[in-house]
């Protein structure tokens, strides 16, 4: 067995610990007899105590391990969205800022022009909220999505202009924290950002 499907199967064994019940009303998700199912990086995502199937497939790669580290940490508290927090403003985030602007947002840079015309799609299918975070958050264009039901991503888009180069900056959900670990976010930031150019190649 490999080592994600190892780690895999142990957080699913901690996440079903307390029963589907519990768990359902946690991630949150709608019970039913394939397993428990909600929106996991704009895809349908069933968990069962065995495996993580995404759009229907069984995932046993990084995302994988991402949705169900997610579900073995998942709590009966509620999304605090604001203030949104920077991943440099975490705890213990040093080591990983490099790797986390390198993989979250540098990859969104070359395309920054573009993200206007795709946000109404890409807030459809990350359940992308149109109407926050508030109008005067800094930036020409934002995108509130959430990659997971209680992980919400905020990315702040400058456009290029004739002075600047154009820049992404990614944050968080106040409360991210509690619903995941910090290596956990910052994966959970970088498959979003790969799922955002998925979807932009994909509609193309």
């Not at 180069?165 to 991210?176: D, E, H, I, R, Y």
């Amino acid at each position: 067995m490999s080592q994600y499907k190892t780690l895999i199967r142990d957080n699913l064994r901690n996440a079903f610990a307390g029963g589907s019940e519990s768990l359902a009303g946690c991630l949150p998700a709608r019970q039913g007899p394939e397993g428990l199912t909600f929106s996991a990086f704009g895809a349908s995502c069933t968990l069962t105590p065995e495996a993580v199937l995404l759009g229907g497939e069984q995932e046993t790669g990084p995302r994988g391990l991402v949705v169900s580290l997610y579900a073995a940490n998942a709590t009966l508290d509620s999304v605090c969205l604001e203030p949104l927090i920077a991943f440099r403003d975490l705890p213990d985030s040093m080591p990983y800022q490099g790797a986390f602007a390198a993989n979250t947002e540098q990859p969104l840079v070359p395309r920054a022009s573009e993200i206007p015309a795709w946000r109404s799609r890409l807030l459809k299918a990350l359940k992308g909220d149109e109407t926050n975070p508030s109008p005067d958050t800094p930036g020409d264009i934002s995108l509130l999505v959430f990659p997971l039901p209680k992980i919400a991503l905020c990315y702040i888009v400058y456009l290029p202009d004739e002075e600047f180069t154009a820049s992404v900056t990614c944050l968080f959900s106040n409360n991210a924290r509690t619903f995941m670990p910090l290596d956990g976010l910052a994966d959970t930031a970088e498959y979003a950002t790969r799922r955002i150019l998925e979807l932009m190649t994909e509609d193309a």
